[in-house]
């Protein structure tokens, strides 16, 4: 396994790295700041409550002097019932302090080209149509799939990174991903929820370290 870690340059400054262990008490603050207490209650929190985010995808922004300023997460998902694997992507938060400088956009280039390197076929997430359609993302493969909660559906967006991966996809997602452990989940006590501050990983990835300007 290569131990180099990727890095995109957004700014001169901020690093897009992966996630470690140590990130975790400093995500969470992060995306309370970002997104508020209600969070938690998104039917996407579904499917990520109790589970490890997908091999390789939980990535941060960080600044030279060690501040996280940005996150995203890509999960393990099925779509239907003995239906084909997809990723979902979320949350994609950037803190309130460091909006407007491109941590967002670069977040989420990287989870998307990693996601492509690690042989996955399909992305989708739930999110603001406009902002992700610079990425590719559409309704166009989600008409016959459904989250497992309320969700407006004219949000619910699809990426592929096969072309036709989700031609024939339908049904409502599961989760799919690896489950935390009971150690794990002990060690959770101290924030209050069982399926916080358990779910990232120590991850390296599979190219040489390098600088991609947005």
């Not at 207490?37 to 939980?58: D, N, T």
């Amino acid at each position: 396994m290569h131990t180099e870690k990727e890095t995109i340059e957004t700014s001169p400054d901020i690093l897009i790295v992966a996630e470690n262990p140590a990130d975790v008490a400093a995500r969470e603050a992060l995306l309370d700041r970002a997104m508020g207490p209600k969070r938690r209650k998104k039917s996407s929190e579904k499917l990520r409550r109790g589970r490890r985010p997908s091999e390789g995808l939980a990535l941060i922004a960080r600044t030279e002097e060690g501040s996280l300023v940005g996150t995203v997460r890509l999960w393990d998902v099925r779509l239907g019932e003995g239906g084909p694997t997809a990723l979902l992507l979320g949350p994609l938060a950037v803190d309130p302090s460091a909006k407007g400088a491109g941590i967002g956009s670069a977040l989420m280039r990287q989870a998307i080209a990693e996601a492509g390197r690690l042989g996955h076929r399909a992305i989708l997430l739930v999110g603001d149509a406009p902002y992700y359609a610079r990425f590719g993302f559409t309704t166009e493969k989600t008409g016959q799939l459904s989250m497992p909660g309320p969700y407006e559906r004219d949000r619910f967006l699809a990426l592929e990174l096969v072309p036709g991966a989700l031609d024939d996809a339908k049904g409502v997602l599961k989760a799919a991903g690896r489950k935390l452990g009971a150690s794990v989940r002990k060690s959770d006590s101290a924030f209050g929820k069982s399926d916080v501050a358990t779910d990232s990983v120590s991850t390296s990835f599979g190219r040489p370290a390098g600088r991609v300007a947005l």
